[in-house]
């Protein structure tokens, strides 16, 4: 069966897969096919179904159990799309970043994504010009690509009017970017988008339709109500969640530490069970230290498996599972260093000349100690120039001057930056670093 896979930029390409392979395997095909290895966790594939939702595939289940295949004689469709979003300094392959970005343009052009402020808007417009078309050029300046973001609004856009000039102010920002490499450029948009508040939701539409919104993001659950302010509920103020048919029912604390109740109903059964599973997946990958066998081993079974289930509990006929989530944010992070880690010392390994054992040793130890203090001495955000400058008061040192610049908060322990101070390396460490 071929499956024609979309990503966020419209580009289509196809892969071929079993109907009776679990999700997976078709996404792990789709991740080598793009060069991204050991953080294809972050990513899901969609397909609709046959009332034009937008659902995820479970990765754990076969694909003909859950989308129609038409006899296997058309191709299946489905859209790679980013399913648990991260800090970008979090990313260690540009591949992972570039897909993250396009996935995070299409957020900004669709308004699912909405700036701070115009300032914000001007910048985000501007990182989105660099990253495409890179150096603004006066001779030939890219207005298509800033007409293709121009819907690109902020927050509470009613009451703050859009700005005259707010081209002139995009280019300006545009010019500030001058020698940014297209890649560096993605990276600051993301660093970007990072920081709002919803970075990372996924909305589901309560009934009555439009008037409550329920967005599920890394912190927790956010209830949106028209004419109300929005309620945030984090992860650890969940007591239970459950889906019954249309119907979903949440049970927290509230603010006061008041037990309260939402119940709500939504479109259709699917959508139900969708933020159910959207609740649990996400506080899993993002709060928890490793998923636990109660998330990985529910499951539930169709009216045949639940007949032969009565006498054979064993049985694996009709079983689904009801999550599919491997790893949480922390171990996909280390799985990706280590085996990108061991990638490279196989390669540097390959490379090597053959010559005396004890010489070839001596050379292969001093040849990885160099390297894994190039690696520590190379800034973390940019991954080109030389680390330079350590973030006060908590003294990391992970960045070179002209990344410390545009940071905020430190990447490592996401404390508030009071100064960025110049570091300044032996003169002979340096020379021999650069050699």
């Known amino acids: ?7 966020p930029n419209s580009v289509v390409f196809e892969v071929r897969c079993d109907p009776k392979s679990i999700g997976e ?4 095909k789709v991740c080598k096919y793009l060069g991204i290895s050991n953080e294809s966790d972050y990513f899901g594939l969609k397909y609709e179904s046959n009332k034009g939702e937008e659902l995820w595939l479970n990765l754990r289940n076969p694909i003909d159990r859950q989308v129609n295949c038409h006899g296997h ?4 469709r489905l859209a790679l799309r980013v399913k648990f979003w991260v800090p970008p300094h979090l990313l260690l392959q540009e591949n992972t970043r570039h897909q993250f970005y396009l996935h995070a343009r299409i957020d900004l052009e669709e308004k699912r994504l909405l700036g701070c402020d115009w300032d914000s808007v001007a910048r985000l417009m501007a990182l989105i010009a660099q990253a495409e078309s890179g150096d603004y050029d006066p001779i030939h300046p890219p207005h298509n690509t800033y007409m293709q973001v121009s819907t690109i609004t902020p927050m509470n856009s009613e009451t703050q009017p859009k700005p005259l000039d707010l081209l002139q102010m995009t280019i300006n920002e545009h010019k500030k970017y001058k020698g940014m490499k297209r890649s560096t450029a993605e990276y600051w948009l993301l660093k970007e988008i990072a920081e ?5 939701e996924e909305l589901f539409n309560a009934k009555p339709h439009g008037a409550i919104m329920l967005g599920v993001g890394p912190h927790g659950i956010t209830i949106y109500e028209k004419n109300k302010e929005k309620q945030l509920i984090s992860f650890t103020n969940i007591i239970s969640a459950s889906s019954h048919r249309r119907s979903f029912k949440l049970e927290y604390l509230s603010m006061e530490d008041k037990e309260s109740l939402l119940e709500t109903k939504l479109d259709s059964n699917h959508i139900a069970s969708s933020l159910y599973r959207a609740i649990t997946e996400k506080h899993a990958f993002y709060s928890c230290e490793t998923v636990r066998s109660a998330v990985t081993t529910q499951f539930i079974r169709d009216l045949k498996g639940t007949i032969v289930s009565i006498f054979n509990e064993d049985s694996t006929l009709g079983k689904k599972y009801v999550f599919d989530i491997r790893r949480t944010c922390r171990e996909v992070y280390d799985n990706a260093r280590r085996a990108l880690y061991l ?7 390959a490379q090597e000349k053959p010559g005396c054992g004890h010489d070839r040793d001596h050379c292969k130890d001093s040849e990885e100690r160099l390297t894994r203090l190039m690696d520590a001495l190379t800034c973390k955000i ?14 990391h040192v992970v960045a070179c001057q002209s990344c410390a610049a545009r940071c905020d908060r430190c990447p490592l322990c996401r404390s508030d930056i009071t100064q960025a101070q110049k570091l300044y390396l032996p003169g002979e460490f340096r020379q021999q670093i650069q050699c």
Not at 25 to 28: H, I, K, V
Not at 196 to 200: H, I, L, Q, V
């Open 73 to 76: 004689t058309s191709p299946l």
């Open 343 to 349: 990638e490279n010392n196989i390669q540097m390994s």
């Open 25 to 28: 395997e078709c996404l792990e």
């Open 196 to 200: 709002f508040e919803n970075y990372g």
């Open 1 to 7: 069966m071929w499956c024609l896979i979309s990503q």
């Open 382 to 395: 940019c991954m080109d120039c030389q680390i330079d400058s350590v973030f006060l008061p908590c003294a």
